[in-house]
Structures are given as C-alpha cells and as structure tokens.
C-alpha cells in the first residue's frame, strides 16, 4: 500500500511538474518573442529614417554624403556593427567607415547571403538572415536587410547592416533566460529546404564550438525528427508554421543532432513578419532530478515524520499552486485593466466558443479619439481613463459575455448570442456606457466608442478566431466613419476592401502617368459678387476604374502612405497654374486642400515655402484649407505649425465646419482667418429649420470673432438671397460655376471682369 502511494504521489506531482513548466516556458517563450518584436520593428523604423535621409542626399549618386548619413545612424544608434548600400543586383557601393578599402561580396551571389538579399527585394519588411563568423569585424553576426523603393514600389537600393550576436542589443538575448532552459532562434527554409541558425543559447547544448553550429544547415534527420514530434503534439510539422499562427508545446527527444538532444519539453512559433522560427526547450532530465531529490525526501520524511510530513507537503503544494496560479494569470490577463488579454482571448476561445455552441457574436470596440485625451491630459490621465471604461464594460458584461483587452484602447466582447437584434440592444448598451462622461483626477472627459460585429452561427460555417477579427475590424471601421456607432459586417465590405486594394494599386502610377489634375471652383463676395478666391480641387481619370471621387481615392492614399507624393503634385500644379492667372494673382486667393498626413508627417511647411519662392507667388495669396478631424490627430503639433503657417503669411482656413469637432476654443485660439461652412447644411437650408439656425449661428460666431464665414453648395439664388440676409461674406457653389480645367476658368475670370 505504501510503495502505491508513493507511486501515486510521484505520479502526480510529475505531471504536475511537467504541466507547470509548459505554463512557464510559454510565458517566457511569448515574452521572448514580444520583446524581439519590439526591437526588431523599432530598427525597422530606424531603417526607414536612414532611407529617406539617403534619398534626400542622392543615395549613389553622392556616396560621400551617403556615408556621412550612414556614419552618423551608426554613431547614434549602436544596436549594428556596420552598414552598407547595396544596389538591386547586390553590388556594395555605400559602406559606413568601418569596412571602407576592405574587400566586399556581391549579396546576391555569395552564398551566405544570396537567399536573404533575395527576400529583402521581394519584402516590404525588415529581413533576418542566418548568423555567420565575419572576419572583417572578428565577430559574429546575424546580417539584417531593407530593400528601400520609390513611389511606385521599385526597389532602389538596399540596406544592409547587422546585429553582433554578442552585443547588448541582440533582439533575444539568451542571457537572462532561467537557468536550464535553452534558446533557438532559426530561419524559415530557403529555396532548398534547408534551415540555418540565427541565434542558439547556450550554443553548447548543440556542439562546443559556434563554428559547428552557425552558418551550416540543421542536420536533416534531425528537422524531420523536429516535425514529426510537432505533428504528435499538434497535428502539423514545425515547417508548416510558416502559414500559421498556432504555437506548438511538444516533447521532444530531437534526434539527429551531434550530439543527440536530450528529450525536453519545447514551446515553438514563427514570427510571420520577421519571418523566423522562435524555440524555449526545457530539458526534461532537470524535471527527472527534481523529481528524484523530490521521491527521496519523500520516502525518508514518510518513513519517519509521516505527520510533519503530511504538513510540510501540503503546505509546499498549496505555496506552488499559488505561485503557478498567479504565473498563470499573470500570462493570461491585461496588466492595466486586470481583463483577460489577447492571450488568454487565444488560450480559452475554442472551450467558450464550444460551450456556446458555435453561436455568438464578436465584437470589435475600439475607442473614438483616445489619442487626444492622452495629448491633452497625459499618459497617466489617459490610463486611467482605459481604467475606467474596462470597469464599465466587465460590469456591463459581466455575466452576460466576455470582454478581453485586445491592447491599446481596443476591446473585445464575445457576446454568446447570434440574434442580431439583440445583439444590437447590447452593441448600443456598451455604447452608452462608454460614452457616460467621467471625472478623472478632476479633469471632466467625454469618450465615445465605435463598434464592428461579426456574428457566426447556426446560418454560417464554425469560423477561426482570426476570420471572426477580421470581419469585425472590418465592421469597426465601418462604424468609425460615424463614430459612437456600430455596425454589423456583410459581404459588402470585403467588396469594399477589394476594391479599395484596386484603388491603392492603380494609384501609385497616377502621378507618374498624368492620371491626376486640377479644377478650380470660383468664390464669390457676397456683397460684390465680385470672384474674390478659387478653391483647388483635385481629380483622377484612370484607364481602368474611370472617373475616381476624391472622397475614394484621398483615404486609400493617406493609409498607403501615397499622400505625400500626391499633395507635393497639388502643391506644384496649383502655384503652376496660379501663375498664368494674372488677374486672379491680383485681386484673388487660391485654397489649397491638405491632408492631416500630408501636414503633419510630410515636411509640408518647407515644401509650400519653396515653391512659392520658386514660383514667385506671395503667400498671403495662398489659403491652406483644414478639416476639423485634423485637429483630434495631435493638436498640440498642428497648433504649432498653423501658427507657423500664418506668420509665414498663409491663410488658414476650416472646411466643413459644424460636421466634426470644432469648438469655440478651437476657433478662438488658432489662427483661422475663415470659416467654411459645410454644403450638407446649406442643401436644406430653404425647408430645414435646425440647418436655418446652425448656419445662423456660425455665421454669428464668425462675426463676433472677426472670421469671415464662406458657405459652399450654394445651388439656387433663394439660398443666395438667405445666406446674404444672414450675413454670409463669400459664396461657393454650382450657382456661381461648376469647377473648371485652367482654362475655362481663364475664359471665365475675363468674362467676369468685363461684366
């Protein structure tokens, strides 16, 4: 009977060991992988910096300012051991001082790094290539490449550069693992299938010396036997992760290596976008010891003390279930908020999805302008507002569904139900609860919420949680185009994706195929009548999709980063233009449309400066129209540079007033010197009382602040004979005069000015 309970209790406590440690080495294997991440994007973004600044100074073209630029990232960003440019067919032709005179390979030939060099053209990423001994710098590297392109997505030129293995700033640093637990970090397959090492600690788990580790294949026998343990543990190979987000545990005895690897349990997942396989193995012969000294001491205390024993063994489980306890929710829950977390969101989804029976709704929330209250009021301000609202949502959920912190403001509410309408009831419920105003540290805060739903059910096929995010990501943005909405996905938004991947795809030669053009729309004096400004509009014709809104194509530009390229084009066609209208350069104004991107993040103000030097035309001619969403984007840096603008001269003027944002301590405290109102209040103006009295009132705060008020849309000369009785000071629209191309709208100002 004894030796049975022995046998039980070792039992028992080895698997409650081994269950342990796979809760511990996945935690530390998603650590690993999150804080790699993290650096891996932060050097992409510096990467980037490099690019832009290379193509500023000419790239080849002036190598010797391209070194400086080089030499100078280096300096202040220690992270790589060296730098170099290549060109597209692999050539060295920029390197940072420390490899200048020294002999160079060709990157596309060299074995070592032709596969690699080959990603990096093919890859809008960051690349990581296989770790290798590089004599020239007596040091081990892991070589990392960016293949920098032009607008029209051609690569230009190549960036190369490369971590030391050795040195602080490895993405993995192995170091501060546990001791006993080892480290892999390995490449997806080449072109032959075959997978190298990038980073294995302690290397001498797999040979003595690095030499017999880096720079040569894993041993075939040894990646099969690999995949075969995973298929065991999973139902897949490691090799298939290169298509999936799953994380493998196994036990893995790994044979095939010299030496063979001792069995132990192993956590493995690929980065899909670095594109590397990330291994934590914890040797199972460290488990065996433990349960050994853990059998022994058991065995002698039973014989002896089995009281003290009794107690002692109680009171030590009770401890480790505790510690394993808090580990584990530790992995699984959201440090701020105290809700479970994208983790615990993956871990538990297919045991709440099947208790429910396949039948729920997910729901994507995201908040409306939280950025803005974190610039206002502060990090701290906005954490505790994140604080706040997760209190709100698991209360309003709470028996009722499960709510996840997904990051950031983003939340995410399984609801167990696929009824749509009540689905919508409880959509509508989270939104007024969001949308309660709060007290914060006595700072009043008003947030709204915007909601995407993506409901599966007894009408639709069993879905990944993957395919339900995206439908409701999707929903969401739907959603934000209203804000403090929901909406539900249909089939009608991935048409819309689709076609706004068209739309991203055709635009990127617009320019350079002359698709693109102005038109320019009179404004009028109320008073006079008299043209007194033109508003710039800009238009697209594309061979395939015709004739292209500007509210389709200038969203698709500012998220593909197009929006640059396309505001410089406006800038220089409308000061262009502008020249040849000799008589609108005298009594007129020309407005200008600007993106938020475009002002913000494009060098906008040095390049408006330029040409109008470089075309000789005053700034005080130019207007430079905002929309009110701009200032929720970061209004402290749009504050500075509106202020900016206008001691430079420019006019500043807020389109679509009275549809977003604005407040009078916006118009108050910017430098606007007009206000625009929005063509979606005059339209009804003639049969539409509150469009009467809004338009009435901006027109009243306009005055009071000096800020002449333009209403656009004006279609009929009743509304003319209203907005002049209410005080409007210019007129934009149809009844005037459609836009025109350049020269219509020469023929018309003559016209004009003979009448």
Known sequence: MSLLVVLYVYIGKYEELLNDARVELTSTHQLIKTSAS????????????????LSDVGGFANPDEARRVMESLLNDNPAFVAYGLASPEGELLVVSDNLQGKKLPNLKQSSRSAFTFQKALDSNSLVVGSTYYFELLSSWITPVRFALRDEHGRVQMVITTAFDMDGDHNPWRGKNLKPGLQLSVTTEPDSSGDYYPIYYYPHQAIAETRQEVYGRPLPKAFVDNVDESARKASGIAVGELVDDNRLITMVNDSPGMAPDLPPALTVVSFDQRYRYFLAVRQPLDGLEESMWIYSLAYIGVAASFNLLAFVLLFRLFLSESRYQAGLRRQALRDQLTDLPNRYGLTTHFDSWVAQHEGRYALMYLDLDNFKFVNDQFGHSVGDKVLVEISRRIARKCEGVAWVVRQGGDEFIVMYPTDEKNAVAVFAEQLLHVINEVMYIDGIKVAISGSIGVAITGQQSELESLDASMVKADLAMYEAKKRRNHFAFYSESMQQSIEERALIESELKSAVFDDELYMVYQPQVSAESGAVVGIEALLRWHNATLGDVPPDQFIPVSEASGQINTIGDFVVESVLRDFVELATCRR??????????????????????????????????????????????????????????????????????????????????????????????????????????????????????????????????????????????????????????????LKQYLQASEVA
């Open 38 to 53: 993290d650096v891996l994007a932060q050097q992409e973004v510096m990467l980037k910096v490099l690019g832009r600044r």
């Open 587 to 744: 009594n007129c104004t020309v407005s200008i449309n600007v993106s938020v991107h475009q002002l913000v993040y494009g060098g906008f103000r040095e390049f408006i400066l330029e040409k109008t030097r470089f075309y000789d035309v005053k700034a005080e001619s130019v207007v430079i129209e905002i929309t009110e969403s701009l200032f929720i984007e970061d209004f402290k840096q749009i504050d500075t540079l509106l202020k900016l603008l206008r001691s430079d001269g420019f006019g500043i003027s807020l389109d679509d007033f009275g549809t977003g944002y604005s407040s009078l301590s916006v118009l108050r405290n910017l430098p606007i010197n007009e206000v625009k109102v929005d063509k979606s209040f005059v339209r009804d103006i003639l049969d539409d009382a509150n469009d009467r009295r809004l338009i009435q009132s901006i027109i009243g705060i306009g005055k009071s602040l000096k800020i002449p008020v333009l209403a656009e849309g004006v279609e009929s000369a009743e509304q003319v004979a209203m907005l002049k009785e209410f005080g409007c000071d210019r007129l934009q629209g149809y009844y005037y005069q459609k836009p025109l191309r350049l020269e219509e």
